[in-house]
């Protein structure tokens, strides 16, 4: 067995999801929508919002990105764009979904990198927000769950690639690092 302490169970995650669907939903009404997962760590979060935004009303269209950061010491990461979107994002509405806001870098510079494609409006959903770890001026525009200084696998979130597959988010004890 994987050591792990469960943090944000199964249920309470499938709750927040929908509310904040019902959120987005209501902020977005009436604006053609597109979706843009970063990879890999939103896919089980977009999976999960993108049918709980249909029960409220959207049916957007779904775009990813994949990007990778590279720290260089105590700077916020530079990013890079391995595989970009492919939709045309002109005059679009996008919500950039990720799965957590850690030093803010990466949605921060996505939201950016968006919107010098002509998107009419970027705005940021993360399931989990880590306020205290910001390096950038950043706040995301629809977070699930504010959390503390802790490094959390999980429902897309990994670990040297490991437990994205956990349906929970968790923190993953000594002997399982
Ligand atoms: P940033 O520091 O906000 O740019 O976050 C960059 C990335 O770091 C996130 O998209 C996650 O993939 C990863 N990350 C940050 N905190 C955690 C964590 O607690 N667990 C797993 N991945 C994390
Ligand atoms: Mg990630």
Do not use: W
């Amino acid at each position: 067995m994987i050591p792990y302490n469960v943090l944000i169970k199964e249920d309470v995650i499938a709750a927040r999801v929908d509310s904040l669907a019902g959120e987005i939903a209501s902020s977005f009404a009436d604006s053609p929508t597109i979706l843009v997962g970063i990879l890999r760590g939103s896919v089980v979060f977009l999976s999960d919002l993108m049918r709980a935004v249909f029960h409220h009303g959207m049916c957007p269209e779904v775009d990813f990105m994949i990007l990778s950061s590279y720290e260089e010491g105590s700077k916020p990461g530079v990013l890079c764009v391995v595989q970009d979107v492919r939709l045309d994002l002109a005059g679009k509405s996008v919500l950039l979904v990720d799965d957590i806001a850690d030093t803010g870098g990466t949605l921060a510079q996505a939201r950016e990198l968006l919107l010098a494609k002509g998107a009419a409006r970027v705005a940021t959903c993360v399931l989990l927000d880590k306020p205290s770890r910001r390096k950038v001026d950043f706040t995301p525009d629809f977070a699930g769950f504010k959390i503390d200084d802790l490094f959390v696998v999980g429902y897309g979130l990994d670990h040297a690639n490991r437990y994205r597959c956990l349906p929970f988010i968790a923190t993953v004890t000594a002997q399982g690092e």
